[in-house]
């Protein structure tokens, strides 16, 4: 298993200088301290080997959890580890996606059960890259999160900027 703190700092609670700066950087929170904290105590009950946890996205009654590796690896069979992690993060709603290349895969994850209609690679007057994801208007009412926060996960996950279309 891997997540961004080393062992030995999850075990102990004292952190090293490259954790430390990890957290001080801002470029971990809070929330990954504690997924990390409970992904480690974990695998005395759960075979968590492959498990890669990479950073996590924390939307309030939503957390996003981002893997390298096979969401599957994280859900365990029956659900039996997210539902672990759901009740251990307070009873949020917690969702595992694989960040891959594949952008269409990572787009369709996030808005599951939606499906997106098409999802385009676009160019802002600056040049920047980001993507337009449309989604059918009878649909909005069954996403999970804001259009905010899907912008949030989107940018985190493809890199870019993300426009939500309702058609
Ligand atoms: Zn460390």
């Known amino acids: 298993m891997k997540t961004p703190f080393?062992?030995?700092c999850l075990e102990t609670g004292v952190f090293?200088?490259?954790?430390?700066?990890?957290?001080n950087k801002e470029e971990l929170t809070e929330?990954?301290?504690?997924?990390?904290?409970?992904?480690?105590?974990?695998?005395?009950?759960f075979y968590l080997d492959d498990?890669?946890?990479l950073k996590s996205l924390d939307l309030g009654k939503f957390v996003l959890i981002?893997?390298?590796t096979d969401a599957s690896f994280l859900i365990g069979r029956g659900g039996k580890i997210v539902n672990e992690l759901k009740k251990d993060?307070?009873?949020r709603k917690v969702k595992i996606i694989q960040r891959t290349a594949d952008v269409t895969k990572m787009a369709e994850e996030i808005l599951a059960p939606v499906r997106p209609m098409s999802i385009n690679t676009v160019f802002k007057p600056d040049g920047r890259k980001a993507f337009k994801v449309?989604?059918?208007?009878?649909d909005a009412p069954l996403l999970q999160m804001e259009p905010s926060e899907l912008r949030q996960a989107f940018s985190y996950?493809?890199?870019?900027e993300a426009f939500i279309i309702f058609d």
């Open 51 to 53: 498990v890669v946890f």
């Open 66 to 68: 981002f893997t390298a």
């Open 134 to 138: 449309r989604i059918m208007k009878k």
């Open 157 to 160: 996950l493809l890199g870019a």
């Open 31 to 45: 929330t990954d301290l504690g997924i990390s904290r409970l992904l480690h105590k974990y695998k005395r009950r």
């Open 16 to 23: 090293c200088p490259s954790c430390s700066e990890k957290l």
């Open 89 to 91: 993060l307070g009873g």
């Open 6 to 8: 080393c062992e030995n």
